[in-house]
């Protein structure tokens, strides 16, 4: 939430109580909720981040309708997830025979070794539900009545290979 302080006055929402805490600590106002049942108003937001969250909540569809529903018009929603495409497509051309996590490296010897990290691991305590590229991401969000979706960056994340962040109108 620090990272985004300069957009303006920034509101976390978190289901555990530890993050909470420490976001508290640390002088940022964040609430108990989940991001399929947002605690706020219609119309509240310019904008609505979800980084690395929605892969993690089984309604997905729920996650991009309460964003929708909490961004006042002409407001943005920014989402960063694993791109699983990306990671898949490195491995099938023998581009890498390891994906890097957290600074330890697993070994792919087959499939399940991915969908080991990407849908059954328990990577800090919550799974992947789902697996996103730039494709199934615009067409959740487009099925929530966002529309003007564009990439707006594409970076290296260490830990899964690249994520890629997208913004789209409401």
Same mark, same amino acid.
């Given at each position: ?5 300069? @957009?303006?006055? %920034?509101? &976390?929402? *978190? /289901? ?5 805490? #420490? ?17 706020? *108003? ?11 969250? #929605? ?11 309460? !964003? +929708?529903?909490? /961004?006042?018009?002409?407001?943005? /929603? &920014? ?7 990306? #990671?898949?497509?490195?491995? =099938?051309?023998? $581009? ?8 330890? +490296? ?10 080991? =990290?990407? =849908? +059954?691991?328990? %990577? ?7 697996? @996103? *590229? ?6 959740? $969000? ?23 962040? +997208?913004? !789209?109108?409401?």
């Amino acid at each position: 939430a620090h990272h985004l302080a300069h @957009y303006g006055q %920034v509101t &976390g929402v *978190d /289901l555990h109580s530890r993050p909470l805490e #420490v976001a508290r600590q640390r002088g940022l106002q964040v609430q108990e909720g989940s991001a399929d049942d947002l605690p706020f *108003d219609d119309a509240t937001f310019d904008l609505v981040t979800l980084l690395d969250v #929605v892969e993690h909540v089984p309604n997905e569809h729920g996650v991009f309708g309460e !964003c +929708y529903r909490v /961004l006042k018009p002409g407001g943005k /929603l &920014g989402v960063v997830v694993p791109d699983t495409r990306e #990671v898949l497509t490195r491995w =099938l051309w023998g $581009m890498a025979d390891v994906i890097p996590m957290a600074d330890m +490296y697993w070994p792919i010897k087959d499939l399940d070794a991915v969908n080991h =990290l990407f =849908l +059954y691991s328990d %990577v800090q305590g919550s799974r992947h539900q789902w697996m @996103y *590229d730039k494709f199934t991401l615009a067409r959740a $969000m487009q099925r929530a009545g966002f529309g003007d979706l564009r990439e707006i960056d594409r970076h290296f994340d260490p830990r899964l290979g690249s994520p890629a962040w +997208y913004q !789209c109108g409401h």
